[in-house]
């Protein structure tokens, strides 16, 4: 089993900026992809970005393509994702995922991912 902690979550005025933290325990999480997805209420869970083990291949909802950036450290077992220009629409409890899957590439969608932490709230301001 893995465990999944997300961190960092907070209030933010629109334009600002957060740094989210995803730490893990239990096993290494340093052959999985990993993914950040969101939600927010009433709505369903929707991908942010994903990041492949090699931390080579980078994913991104075409909504925060070039505000967010996703990151891993395998030998910490964390992911990071840093969220610049945040709008009002970002609002949303972010989860960290892990896929066991050695294969899997591309974004992935919720279903494909095995492991979740109780995820963190960004609340942005406008």
């Known amino acids: 089993q893995v465990q999944l902690v997300e961190s960092g979550g907070g209030l933010v005025q629109a334009g600002g900026s957060l740094r989210l933290s995803c730490a893990a325990s239990g096993r290494t999480f340093g052959g999985y992809r990993m993914g950040w997805f969101r939600q927010a209420p009433g709505k369903e869970r929707e991908f942010v970005a994903a990041?492949?083990?090699?931390?080579?291949?980078?994913y991104y909802a075409d909504s925060v393509k070039g505000r967010f950036a996703i990151s891993r450290d395998n030998a910490k077992n964390t992911v990071a994702l840093q969220m610049n220009s945040l709008k009002p629409e970002d609002t949303a409890i972010y989860y960290c995922?892990?896929?066991?899957?050695?294969?899997?590439?591309?974004?992935?969608?919720?279903?494909?991912?095995?492991?979740w932490g109780q995820g963190t709230q960004v609340t942005v301001s406008s």
């Open positions: 995922a892990a896929d066991t899957n050695t294969a899997a590439s591309g974004p992935g969608r919720p279903d494909e991912y095995d492991y």
């Open positions: 990041i492949s083990w090699s931390g080579i291949r980078l």
